[in-house]
C-alpha cells in the first residue's frame, strides 16, 4: 500500500509518496469495482476530426477548417482557380466544419488561407507552410509537376542562415542550398553560384515552400542537364523584420494601357548595398563557391528581377548570366534612368563577358509591356536580351517554369 509522509508546513501540504517496489511493480490489476473508484481525468467534449487539405485521387482538393461559431468562410489562394464566380466560398456542415472541394488542379504547389468572419488564418490541420513579407500561408503540393516533384535522387540541402547586417544595422536571414555531396567535399571542391531573388510579397523561404527550387536543382543535377550550384536566396525587403507590418507601396506607371506595378517604398538601393557588402562577401568567405564572373550568376522574380538588373548593370563584369522573370527596370522614368545609366549601359567591354540576359514574362502579366520596354531600352545600348513571351501570369506556376528553363543554361 502507499505511505504518505508530510515533509513541511507550507501554506498548503506538501506530500511525498513514497512507493515500495512490490507496489510499485507487482500491483495487482485492479478490479472493475476498484477501477470505478479511480480519480479520472474529466475532458470537455470533443469536436469532429478534421482532415485538411485533402487530397483526392482525381487531383480535386477539400479543404476544410472547424468553426462552428463564424458566419462566413472563404478560400484565398491566387493560383486556385474559383469555384464560382463570386469566390471561394465554404459551406458549413451540421457538426460545424465547413467545407469546399476544387479542381481538379493541375500539378503544382499552392499557397492559401482561410478567412473566418472577415479574419485571414492558415489551416490549424497543415503543417506546410510559407512565409510571406507579413503574413504566413498554408501550402500544398499536387504531384505530377515532374521536374518540380521529390523524386527518388540524390538531395541537396537547405540552411536558414542568419547574419548581422553592418550596413542595414540589423539582423538578417537568407536560405542557402548546397547541392548534394557539398558537405563531403575537399576545400578545393568549389562550385559555380547562383543569387536567386523573391518578389515583393514573398520572402527568402518562397523559392524553396512554393517554387520547390531545392527539388527542380536536385532533378536537374540528377539528370545531368545542369551542373552542381550554390542557390542563395536572400530576404530583399529591407524596411521590415519576417513578420513585421507591410511597406508602404508606390507604384512604377506602366506604358499607356498597362497596370501600374507595385514596388516597395524602401529604396532598391538599400537592398543593393546590403547585398554588396553583406551578402556577397559572406557567401564568398562561408562556402566554397567559384568567385570568377564565368561562375556568377543573378536571377529573380518580379521584385527580385527588378533587383537583379540594378545590382548587376552597374556591376556587370561580375555576373556572367542574368535571369529576369515577370520583371523589368522598375524606377519611374525609363528615359531618365536611362540618360542616368548611359555609361554602364554602353560599356562595350563589361558586355562581352555576358553570356545569357534572359527574360521570360507571361502573356496575362501586368508587367509584359514593362518588360517590353526595357528588353528595347537593353537591346538600343547593343545588349542581346534573351526575351519570350510565355502563356500565363504573374504567379507561381510561371516562376517555377523558368526555373526550370534558366538553369541548365548557366556555367557552361
Not at 222 to 246: D, N
Amino acid at each position: 500500500m502507499h505511505r504518505l509522509t508530510r515533509v513541511g508546513t507550507l501554506s498548503t501540504a506538501l506530500t511525498l509518496v513514497t512507493l515500495t517496489a512490490a507496489t510499485t511493480f507487482a500491483q495487482p490489476a485492479p478490479t472493475s469495482r476498484a477501477a470505478a473508484t479511480q480519480p479520472t481525468t474529466r475532458r470537455g467534449p470533443q469536436g469532429p476530426q478534421v482532415t485538411s487539405p485533402e487530397l483526392r485521387p482525381d487531383n480535386r482538393v477539400s479543404f476544410r477548417v472547424l468553426a462552428p461559431k463564424a458566419d462566413a468562410v472563404t478560400l484565398n489562394g491566387g493560383d486556385i482557380p474559383a469555384n464560382t464566380p463570386g469566390g471561394r466560398t465554404l459551406t458549413k456542415g451540421d457538426n460545424g466544419v465547413w467545407e469546399l472541394t476544387v479542381g481538379p488542379l493541375n500539378p503544382g504547389t499552392y499557397r492559401y488561407t482561410f478567412n473566418v468572419n472577415g479574419v485571414p488564418v492558415v489551416d490549424p490541420r497543415n503543417p506546410a507552410y510559407s512565409q510571406s513579407n507579413n503574413n504566413l500561408w498554408s501550402v500544398i503540393h499536387v504531384p505530377g509537376l515532374e521536374f518540380a516533384d521529390e523524386h527518388q535522387v540524390p538531395h541537396g540541402a537547405v540552411a536558414a542562415v542568419h547574419y548581422f547586417s553592418k550596413t542595414l544595422n540589423k539582423n538578417r536571414r537568407m536560405h542557402v542550398y548546397t547541392p548534394p555531396g557539398y558537405e563531403l567535399g575537399g576545400a578545393d571542391e568549389k562550385y559555380p553560384v547562383l543569387y536567386l531573388l523573391h518578389g515583393s510579397s514573398d520572402s527568402d523561404d518562397s523559392w524553396i515552400t512554393v517554387g520547390r527550387a531545392n527539388f527542380i536543382l536536385d532533378n536537374l543535377i540528377a539528370s545531368g542537364k545542369a551542373r552542381p550550384m550554390i542557390v542563395v536566396m536572400p530576404h530583399g525587403h529591407t524596411s521590415l523584420q519576417l513578420g513585421g507590418p507591410p511597406p508602404a507601396t508606390t507604384t512604377a506607371p506602366a506604358a499607356a494601357g498597362g497596370a501600374a506595378a507595385p514596388r516597395p517604398a524602401e529604396t532598391v538601393a538599400e537592398f543593393d548595398r546590403d547585398f554588396l557588402n553583406e551578402i556577397k562577401p559572406y557567401v564568398e568567405s562561408h562556402y566554397r563557391v567559384l568567385t570568377d564572373r564565368p561562375h556568377r550568376a543573378i536571377a529573380g522574380l518580379s521584385m527580385g528581377g527588378g533587383q537583379s538588373l540594378s545590382i548587376s548593370l552597374p556591376h556587370l563584369t561580375d555576373y556572367a548570366y542574368i535571369g529576369v522573370f515577370s520583371a523589368a527596370i522598375f524606377q519611374r522614368n525609363l528615359p531618365d534612368w536611362e540618360q542616368q545609366h548611359a555609361a554602364e549601359l554602353d560599356n562595350v567591354q563589361a558586355k562581352d563577358g555576358l553570356k545569357l540576359l534572359w527574360l521570360r514574362t507571361g502573356s496575362d502579366d501586368f508587367l509584359l509591356q514593362r518588360t517590353k520596354d526595357t528588353v528595347a531600352l537593353l537591346n538600343r545600348h547593343g545588349f542581346t536580351a534573351n526575351f519570350h513571351e510565355t502563356p500565363g501570369g504573374h504567379t507561381w506556376i510561371n516562376w517555377r517554369n523558368y526555373l526550370d528553363e534558366f538553369v541548365p543554361q548557366l556555367f557552361k
